[in-house]
């Protein structure tokens, strides 16, 4: 599949996406980068801004399987990726499957449940697959986890370990809409239930044409140097006691080529990485608590400000 081909299906997937979700397009477009990147999304908001409709939009506009997981305090890790139960009808254990294996899984409040329970899904979004009992089985492909989760400092949450926060290629924020896109939510929502009229408009074997695509995107050495220069600065900073890892370099680098067939180009710029330098690396860091307490700022916006910070001071190159 060629750039422009792949363009137009993913402007059918934003046009879906929009049905539902008012006034968030760089969320949106974030969203689908995720996904054309062989990603995991994670939406971090307060409640009731749209996080788990715009995850049901995004999944409903992609042919395939789709699996909703509720996460509570008593979820248990089976639940999340199956268990084998005895068959006395064929004398042996059978295999049953839990709600991980489908082409777009959607977490629902991740951490809700215990971290126990979290990291059920650490070896299913790292590799694609799941172990039960000594048992392999792989997951669908493509495989796309889009999780959603209330601010740590919300009753009845647990924070996420830095292993799954790094498996995350992105987190995004919503944040409350303006006030035009809220008039517009009251007009149209009060009768329908805007998901219904969001469709399947790409299929599966389209979503894996375009992936392809976004992984022939070319990135030009002095790009690739300019990214691993800025994943670097993360390691080094003093305001930082974890940096973030180099399996950040490789989703950094998975996602700035999905960014550029999304607009319509077969190269990487510069300003592709600068535009999702923040939600790709600042999930996966963590501050020196003095620091943080000195800048008056919550972690998320700390980090964001760190983030920044090193793209005003890593050279970018010119040619």
């Known amino acids: 599949m060629n750039i422009p081909e792949a363009q137009q299906l993913a402007g059918r997937i934003l046009d879906e996406v929009r049905k539902v979700i008012d006034g968030k397009p760089e969320a949106t477009r974030t969203a689908l980068t995720v996904m054309l990147a062989e990603g995991h999304l994670l939406l971090e908001d307060v409640p009731g801004v749209g996080k788990t409709m715009l995850a049901k939009a995004l999944s409903r506009s992609v042919g395939g399987t789709i699996s909703r997981i509720q996460f509570t305090p008593d979820l248990l890790p089976s639940d999340v990726?199956?268990?084998?139960?005895?068959?006395?009808?064929?004398?042996?254990?059978?295999?049953?499957?839990?709600?991980?294996?489908?082409?777009?899984?959607?977490?629902?409040?991740?951490n809700r449940a215990s971290p126990k329970t979290q990291s059920a899904l650490?070896?299913?979004m790292a590799e694609r697959q799941v172990t039960v009992d000594g048992v392999t089985h792989e997951l669908?492909?493509?495989?796309?986890?889009?999780?959603t989760?209330?601010?740590?400092?919300?009753?009845?949450?647990?924070?996420?370990?830095?292993?799954?926060?790094?498996?995350?290629?992105?987190?995004?924020?919503?944040?409350?809409p303006d006030t035009a896109a809220e008039l517009e939510m009251l007009r149209h929502r009060g009768t329908s239930d805007p998901l219904d009229q969001v469709r399947p408009v790409v299929s599966v074997t389209q979503l894996q044409a375009m992936i392809a695509a976004a992984r022939d995107v070319f990135i030009a050495p002095p790009v690739e140097q300019y990214l691993?220069?800025?994943?670097?600065?993360?390691?080094?900073?003093?305001?930082l006691r974890l940096g973030a890892s180099p399996r950040a370099t490789l989703h950094l680098v998975r996602a700035v080529k999905a960014k550029a067939l999304l607009d319509g180009r077969d190269f990487v710029l510069p300003?592709?990485?600068?535009?999702?330098?923040?939600?790709?690396?600042?999930?996966?860091?963590?501050?020196?608590r003095q620091s943080l307490s000195l800048s008056g700022l919550g972690e998320m916006d700390f980090l964001e400000v760190v983030v920044q910070g090193l793209l005003n001071r890593v050279p970018v190159p010119t040619a």
């Open 81 to 110: 990726t199956g268990v084998s139960i005895y068959d006395q009808r064929q004398g042996s254990f059978v295999f049953q499957r839990g709600a991980v294996f489908a082409n777009v899984v959607i977490g629902d409040e991740i």
């Open 122 to 124: 650490l070896e299913a």
């Open 140 to 147: 669908p492909n493509p495989f796309l986890v889009v999780a």
């Open 149 to 176: 989760q209330n601010p740590v400092e919300m009753d009845g949450t647990y924070a996420l370990p830095e292993a799954q926060r790094d498996r995350f290629l992105a987190r995004i924020s919503l944040g409350y």
């Open 228 to 239: 691993v220069d800025l994943v670097h600065a993360t390691r080094d900073h003093p305001d």
């Open 271 to 288: 300003d592709d990485v600068a535009a999702l330098a923040v939600p790709v690396l600042a999930h996966r860091m963590l501050p020196i």
